[in-house]
């Protein structure tokens, strides 16, 4: 069969593809944590099989030396006890874990001979077995898995490949080789061995940790066969959670470790995957996957608000496409054959963190590093620019299939369907309902502006310092971003100086720092934080003041009246319904007994009947109505003549519990939108009486 097969990179360097001595170095460190487990684990085996054994000893002496109903249940109480430890210790390392998915679709060959005639090739070229099966899934991802067990440690495991549809949609031919030859360097690598212990060591001790509902209510059970076990059941928890306490340390060096060795095993992967498709083909395709994921997100995300207006999408993929072709128009992406170029450093300048430290508990190196280390290589192939789907028999049926599977449990088939013109659009109306005017600059993007504690009678009257283009300038656009990312690394740099974050140094602003200093960098930043958010709203005073002086003043005036009025009430009703949802979160954490039960409920009808009175209210001032959202009325009013019960006999009743939870997030999106779409309207309105090319003083001189 002669399918499409991009061209591979000439004459080689073979040594460029041998694992480096810092991969060398992490296998070393892996191997040395994971003999440590083993010597740990199996010292572990010993002593609870010598506490069981002595246990026995014990129990039974006990119950010879001097047969009673006490005797007898202290001794099967430690009988108990030594048999429960060991059981704790070994039953874990005999669970498979099986890699379960019920979103993706496996595929056959008579199905689509041509892909797997294009893998086979490739596992040729990459020396690597061919995958066990293969699946299909809808998202932007590539990935090999199997089915583990503790014996798959030792025996050799088929692997089974996952292609998603997601990524196909938007990558070109030798981008998809790329990456498919980096998944086969995965295959290749001795070090998958290691990953395989890696994974079941650390599967046993995540079971051990955090695994453990239903040894916990085999404790449970035999403790309340009587009192006396109970006290012994106690004794068990207390040796198994010293145990945890021993393998969460292991847990911790052997992760890090293999952190370490997976970061030099993507550096393996990608020198397997450039020598067979190209440095340059495997740098675009890391880059394009970025920017595919988060189009993939987004219109899945456009999808969900589709469902709720009873739309579905025939197929998700022809709205990917649209998603990705908007994303280019807004970034000035240019598009060849099809698709948005795109580059590293366009990735790269999305964060904008003052903060830069190596993430030791990170699996993947960042993306700058790989692109510099596939540039060493220097393995250069030209790119075949067509489709991936190329490789594929029946693509829009495919796509559809997997449409259609997607939705199989979110869709009742009953929605309206919508072709790819149709989403387009439904998408950009909704950009365009959420977009605020462009002449602003993006000033009032991702915000808006704080009117709670203004005069708005003495703001509109401040004198005018500045024209439209000095307010709207790029730098005063800048200022919530800068602001917005100053509180992202005073986040950061708190959870490094709490140690939530295993790092003992960083780089801020390019210099060196140690954990110690984390307190003054916060300080400064606070400081720094403080003085853009004062400039910021002197600047959105002078805006409404400027405003005033060219448009009709006092509808102005009014509309921001009704926009502060707006965001009292919208704020008043959150603090209502944030004091149902700290109740709810107690219910929902669990641990009450009936009596306390009783008290919390108590509470929560009295808070009930708060938001009932905010309901009413706001049907009474027609904030919510007929007209506005009917929907929303009708369940407004049937809470108000409910009687949620919430709780009876020994448990909660979910149904009244998410009734009411349901009706406060309606109520409070609701809020929320209307909010948006009049402050919307205001900005539009205010920005459509402005005459920038005449100066504020002329501007007053022609409205006197």
Request: hydrophobic share 40%.
């Amino acid at each position: 069969m002669i399918i499409d097969y991009p061209l591979s990179p000439k004459d080689i360097d073979v040594k460029k593809l041998q694992p480096s001595p810092e991969f060398k170095n992490q296998v070393w460190k892996v191997m040395t944590s994971i003999i440590l487990f083993i010597v740990t684990y199996l010292i572990l085996v010993a002593a609870s099989v010598a506490l069981a054994v002595g246990c026995f000893y014990l129990g039974g002496f006990v119950i010879i030396s001097r047969l009673s109903f006490v005797t007898l249940m202290i001794g099967l109480g430690l009988i108990a006890v030594g048999v429960s430890v060991v059981v704790f210790v070994i039953k874990f390392i005999f669970s498979v874990n099986r890699s379960t998915d019920e979103s993706r679709i496996e595929i056959l060959e008579g199905d689509q001979p041509k892909l797997f005639e294009f893998i086979r090739e490739l596992t040729k070229e990459t020396k690597t077995p061919f995958p066990k099966k293969i699946f299909l899934s809808g998202d932007v991802n590539a990935c090999v898995f199997y089915n583990s067990s503790f014996w798959s440690m030792f025996l050799p495991v088929r692997k089974n490949l996952q292609i998603g549809l997601g990524l196909v949609n938007t990558v070109n031919l030798s981008e998809f080789k790329a990456i498919m030859a980096h998944e086969f360097g995965h295959f290749s690598q001795r070090s998958m061995k290691l990953g395989s212990f890696t994974y079941n060591v650390n599967q046993i001790i995540y079971n051990m940790l955090y695994n453990n509902n239903s040894y916990n209510e085999f404790l449970s059970s035999w403790a309340k066969i009587n009192g006396y076990f109970s006290f012994f059941a106690l004794v068990t928890v207390k040796i198994a959670g010293s145990i945890q306490l021993v393998l969460k340390e292991m847990y911790k060096i052997i992760n890090k470790s293999y952190m370490s060795l997976s970061r030099e095993m993507e550096f393996h992967a990608d020198a397997v995957a450039a020598s067979v498709s190209g440095s340059n083909n495997m740098i675009s395709a890391l880059a394009r996957v970025e920017v595919s994921a988060s189009c993939y997100s987004g219109t899945l995300k456009s999808a969900d608000e589709c469902l709720k207006n009873k739309k579905v999408l025939s197929n998700l993929y022809s709205g990917q496409l649209v998603v990705l072709n908007r994303f280019a128009i807004d970034n000035q992406l240019p598009v060849k054959h099809g698709l948005p170029e795109i580059s590293t450093s366009f990735i790269n300048s999305f964060s904008n963190s003052r903060v830069n430290y190596k993430d030791q508990w990170s699996s993947h190196p960042p993306l700058a590093e790989r692109e510099e280390h596939l540039k060493k290589l220097g393995f250069y192939a030209e790119a075949d620019t067509k489709a991936a789907w190329c490789i594929f028999d029946n693509a829009e049926k495919l796509q559809a299939e997997m449409t259609n599977n997607i939705y199989k449990n979110v869709a009742s088939g009953e929605e309206e369907k919508l072709d790819a013109r149709g989403f387009e659009s439904y998408y950009l109306k909704s950009i365009e309902d959420l977009s605020f005017p462009e002449a602003y600059n993006g000033y009032y993007d991702g915000r808006m502006v704080d009117v709670k504690d203004w005069n708005i009678d003495e703001v509109s009257s401040e004198e005018v310092h500045m024209n439209f283009d000095d307010l709207f300038s790029r730098s005063n656009s800048q200022l919530q971003t800068l602001i917005t990312q100053n509180e992202r690394d005073i986040a950061l740099l708190k959870e490094i100086m709490a140690k939530n974050i295993d790092v003992r140094n960083f780089d801020f602003d390019g210099k060196k720092y140690a954990r110690k200093d984390c307190a003054e960098i916060i300080e400064n930043l606070e400081t720094e934080n403080e003085g853009l958010k004062t400039k910021l709203q002197a600047l959105d005073k002078q805006a409404f003041a400027y405003f005033c002086k060219v448009t009709n003043r006092e509808k102005l005036k009014a509309m921001y009246s009704e926009f502060k009025d707006m965001n009292s009430r919208s704020d008043n009703f959150i603090k209502k319904a944030n004091a149902v949802f700290d109740i709810l979160n107690v219910f929902y954490v669990g641990g009450l007994t009936v009596e306390e039960a009783g008290r919390k409920v108590s509470i929560l009808k009295d808070e009930e009947e708060v938001i009932k009175k905010a309901f009413e209210k706001l049907i009474a001032e027609r904030v919510v109505d007929n007209d506005s959202n009917r929907e929303l009325l009708k369940g407004m009013k049937a809470f108000i003549d409910s009687n949620y019960v919430y709780f009876s006999g020994e448990s909660f009743l979910n149904g009244d519990l998410q009734g009411l939870s349901d009706i406060i997030i309606a109520v409070a999106n609701y809020l929320a939108e209307q909010k948006y779409k009049y402050y919307k309207s205001l900005l539009e309105y205010q920005l459509s009486m402005n005459k920038p090319e005449i100066g504020v003083e002329n501007e007053m001189m022609v409205l006197n």
